[in-house]
Structure formats: structure tokens, C-alpha cells
């Protein structure tokens, strides 16, 4: 198994591990989340969709986030296209997420964005659950 394949199983499995993270943490936990974004907005729009749309919809908004990055990380673990697709959304995600950030952690988000960009260039001809089985006797 070659650098990419290990690389991508691994963000795959952050992206599901993240999911369950939201939907068992984030989901009744949502205040901290929106004092973090209100400080950080750069952009007269972002307030008002945080205002208008996130907040007070924010336990549809956290499972809509939820969705999409198991999501994600299916496609990820998947093979071929779906694993381009999968990534170029972590990319999206990755540069939507960071315009709500400190500037401190803008840079971990970027470097993020980086790897799945790098990633983009791998071969992936088998899903992660193929490689597992041909890796357990």
C-alpha cells in the first residue's frame, strides 16, 4: 500500500470520526461554535447568514455538517472518481471553514486543504475496505 492510499484512509476516517464528533458533541454544545464565527467574521454577508439562517436553525445546520462529512469520508474511503470528488469537497469545506476562523488557526485549516490538494494526485483503484481485506489473512 503506497503513501496516498494510507494518507487518504486516514483523512477519510477524520472526516467520519469528525462527523460523530459533531453529532454527539457540536449538536448540543452550539454556543461556543457561533461566538467563535461571529468574531471572526471578515464580511458583512457572513453575519447575516450566521444570524439569519445558521443560528437560528443550527441543530438542522450541525446535522446538514454531519451528512456531509460522513459523506465525505465515504467517498474518500471509496475508490477512484468518488475519492476526486470527495476531496475537492474537503477542499471546499476546508476554505468555507476557515473564512469563520482566528487567523491562527486559518493556517492548520490551509495546510489541510494542501494535503487533500496533494492527495488529489494518487491513483486510488481499490476502497479502503478492499485494501482491508486483502490486508487481514
Given at each position: 500500500m503506497?503513501?496516498?492510499?494510507?494518507?487518504?484512509?486516514?483523512?477519510?476516517?477524520?472526516?467520519?470520526?469528525?462527523?460523530?464528533?459533531?453529532?454527539?458533541?457540536?449538536?448540543n454544545?452550539t454556543?461556543?461554535?457561533?461566538?467563535?464565527?461571529?468574531?471572526?467574521?471578515?464580511?458583512?454577508?457572513?453575519?447575516?447568514?450566521?444570524?439569519?439562517?445558521?443560528?437560528?436553525?443550527?441543530k438542522?445546520?450541525?446535522?446538514?455538517?454531519?451528512?456531509?462529512?460522513?459523506?465525505?469520508?465515504?467517498?474518500?474511503?471509496?475508490?477512484?472518481?468518488?475519492v476526486?470528488?470527495?476531496?475537492?469537497?474537503?477542499?471546499?469545506?476546508?476554505?468555507l471553514?476557515?473564512?469563520?476562523l482566528?487567523?491562527?488557526?486559518?493556517?492548520?485549516?490551509?495546510?489541510?486543504?494542501?494535503?487533500?490538494?496533494?492527495?488529489?494526485?494518487?491513483?486510488?483503484?481499490?476502497?479502503?475496505?478492499?485494501?482491508?481485506?486483502?490486508?487481514?489473512?
Open positions: 503506497d503513501i496516498y492510499n494510507i494518507s487518504r484512509i486516514g483523512l477519510g476516517l477524520f472526516y467520519l470520526i469528525s462527523s460523530f464528533f459533531n453529532l454527539f458533541h457540536t449538536i454544545n454556543q461556543y461554535l457561533w461566538i467563535v464565527c461571529r468574531e471572526n467574521i471578515r464580511f458583512s454577508f457572513q453575519r447575516q447568514f450566521l444570524e439569519g439562517i445558521v443560528i437560528p436553525n443550527e438542522l445546520i450541525v446535522l446538514l455538517i454531519v451528512v456531509f462529512e460522513i459523506i465525505v469520508g465515504l467517498f474518500i474511503l471509496s475508490q477512484g472518481l468518488f476526486k470528488i470527495g476531496l475537492i469537497l474537503g477542499i471546499l469545506w476546508v476554505l471553514v476557515s473564512t469563520f482566528p487567523f491562527n488557526d486559518i493556517l492548520g485549516h490551509l495546510g489541510l486543504g494542501l494535503f487533500q490538494a496533494l492527495l488529489l494526485m494518487g491513483n486510488y483503484d481499490t476502497t479502503f475496505f478492499d485494501l482491508l481485506r486483502s490486508k487481514i489473512p
